[in-house]
C-alpha cells in the first residue's frame, strides 16, 4: 500500500503501526501539504449488502465522532473509502487524523518507567477527554495503554473515541453485537460492557484497569484467554493495588477500587470527578523509590492454550481505613464505597418500615400506596437494574405480604378490593425480576 493515493488526495508514506481492526500509516495530504494519520479500517473490507451496510454504518458514526473537538483527544479530519485496497479492488474505510509525535502507554509500560505522579496527571487528561466525549453522548468503548498517547511535552491524545463499536461488523441499529465479536478489549471491560450494556461509567471502569496496571506493573485479573478476563470481571474482586506493589499509598488502593466496582452505581458518577479526585491525588507525595517496576517490564495480556487453568487470585482487597480524596465542590462525591454497600439496605429497609407504619395507621390509604409504589419500582426494572432498585422493590412486595399473611393466618380479612390488587402486585414484581434476570445473564453469554 505504501505510495498509494487515497481519493486522489492522501499518499501513504509509511506504517506506523497494525491492530485488528486495520493498519495505521503515515501519510501526506497534498492539498494542504501537512502530514497526517490514516487508519485503513481493514476489518470492513469486503462486498456484498453486510459489507455495504456496515461500511455506512462505520462511516455515519464516524462522522459523529468527527464533531470532537478537545486538546486531549485526537482530532478527525476526514474520512471516506477506497475501491483500491485488498484483493480484488474491496471497498475499505478510512479515517484521516492529526498525526501526533509521541509514545503510547503500552511502549512506557513494557519499561516500567511510570511513576505515581505522571498516573495521576495523565489520568486527569483521560478524564478530561472523556468528559467532553460523554458529553456529546458517545462512549469510548475501548480504553487501554495502546490508545492513549503521551507527546514529548506530557499533553495525553485519546485515540480512537467510539471506533471500536463503529468498527463492529456485526453491530444493528438496536443491539451493541451480535455473536462472534466482542467490541472492547477484555483485559480493560467493565462487566456491564460484557455483558453487552455498555454505559459511560464503563469507560471509567476501564480506566480504573489503566490506572491498577500503571502504578502496579500488572492488571488487577490475570487470566488465560478471553472468557478467563470476562469471567474475572464478573465475579472475581480485585486485589488491592499496594498488595502487588508496596509502593501504592492507600489512597490510590480507595481511588482504584472504587473504579473497579462491580456495580457502575458504586464508581465515580462521572469523568469530572474522577478527574478532580485524580488531580488531589497528583499532589500526593510519592515514596521514596515510587511504585516498584515489574520485573523485565509489563508484558501484554498472555495468549495461552484454554485447557491452561486460571492462575491464582491475588490476596482480595483490604478493609478501606482511609477516605477517598474529597473533591473541591463536595465531600460526599468520594465518600468510600462501603457506604454505597449500606445504602443497599438501608433504603429497602427504611422504605419497608414506612410502608409497614402506613399500613398499620390508615391501612385504607397505606394499601393502595404500597400497590402504586410497588408497581412504580416493577416498572423500573431493567436487565442492569442495580441490587439497590431490586431490594427497594423487594421490600415493597414484603409490605404488601404482611396483610396478606394476616389474612390467611389470622383470619383478619382483606377487603375485595385491595385482596384483589395484592395478588396481582407481587406475582407480577417477581415475574418481572425473574424476566430481567433472565435478560441480564443471556446477555453476557
Request: aromatic share 6%; glycine share 8%; proline share 9%.
Amino acid at each position: 500500500m505504501r505510495d498509494q493515493l487515497l481519493e486522489g488526495r492522501y499518499r501513504l508514506v509509511r506504517q506506523l503501526g497494525e491492530g485488528g481492526m486495520g493498519q495505521v500509516w503515515q501519510a501526506q495530504d497534498e492539498t494542504l501539504g501537512r502530514n497526517v494519520a490514516v487508519k485503513v479500517i481493514s476489518l470492513l473490507a469486503g462486498d456484498g449488502s453486510r459489507g455495504d451496510e456496515a461500511r455506512a454504518r462505520f462511516l455515519r458514526e464516524a462522522r459523529i465522532t468527527a464533531q470532537l473537538q478537545h486538546p486531549n483527544i485526537v482530532t478527525i479530519h476526514d474520512l471516506g473509502e477506497t475501491g483500491e485496497t485488498g484483493a480484488g479492488n474491496e471497498r475499505v474505510p478510512f479515517l484521516v487524523m492529526e498525526l501526533v509525535r509521541g509514545e503510547g502507554l503500552d511502549a512506557m509500560l513494557r519499561r516500567g518507567t511510570v511513576t505515581l505522579a505522571d498516573a495521576a496527571r495523565w489520568g486527569a487528561q483521560v478524564c478530561d477527554a472523556l468528559a467532553e466525549a460523554h458529553a456529546a453522548g458517545i462512549m469510548h468503548r475501548d480504553i487501554k495503554p495502546s490508545n492513549i498517547l503521551i507527546t514529548p511535552s506530557g499533553t495525553v491524545k485519546v485515540l480512537d473515541f467510539g471506533i471500536a463499536r463503529a468498527a463492529d461488523p456485526y453491530a444493528t441499529a438496536d443491539r451493541l453485537t451480535q455473536t462472534g465479536f466482542i467490541v472492547g478489549t477484555p483485559p480493560y471491560m467493565a462487566p456491564e460492557q460484557a455483558r453487552g450494556f455498555p454505559e459511560p461509567r464503563s469507560d471509567l471502569y476501564a480506566l480504573g484497569c489503566l490506572l491498577f496496571e500503571l502504578i502496579t506493573g500488572q492488571l488487577p485479573f490475570q487470566a488465560p484467554d478471553t472468557v478467563g478476563y470476562l469471567s474475572a470481571h464478573l465475579t472475581q474482586e480485585p486485589p488491592t493495588p499496594s498488595s502487588v506493589s508496596t509502593g501504592v499509598p492507600s489512597a490510590w488502593d480507595d481511588l482504584v477500587l472504587r473504579l473497579l466496582e462491580k456495580d457502575p452505581d458504586q464508581r465515580y458518577p462521572n469523568a469530572t470527578d474522577l478527574s478532580q479526585a485524580l488531580r488531589h491525588l497528583d499532589g500526593t507525595p510519592e515514596p521514596a523509590g515510587g511504585p516498584a517496576p515489574p520485573a523485565g517490564g509489563a508484558t501484554p495480556p498472555p495468549s495461552m492454550p484454554a485447557t491452561t487453568p486460571l492462575p491464582p487470585v491475588p490476596p482480595t482487597r483490604r478493609a478501606r481505613a482511609s477516605s477517598l480524596p474529597p473533591g473541591p465542590d463536595t465531600a460526599s462525591t468520594h465518600t468510600p464505597a462501603s457506604h454505597g454497600r449500606a445504602t443497599r439496605f438501608v433504603l429497602p429497609v427504611c422504605l419497608w418500615l414506612l410502608l409497614l407504619a402506613s399500613l398499620a395507621v390508615t391501612p385504607r390509604i397505606g394499601t393502595p400506596v404500597a400497590v402504586a409504589v410497588t408497581w412504580v419500582l416493577t416498572v423500573m426494572l431493567r436487565p442492569r437494574s442495580t441490587s439497590l432498585t431490586r431490594g427497594t422493590g423487594y421490600a415493597a412486595v414484603a409490605t404488601l405480604a404482611v396483610p396478606l399473611a394476616a389474612s390467611v393466618f389470622n383470619g383478619n380479612g382483606i377487603e375485595g378490593s385491595y385482596f384483589v390488587m395484592i395478588i396481582l402486585t407481587i406475582p407480577a414484581y417477581c415475574y418481572r425480576d425473574i424476566k430481567t434476570r433472565r435478560a441480564a445473564s443471556s446477555s453476557s453469554t
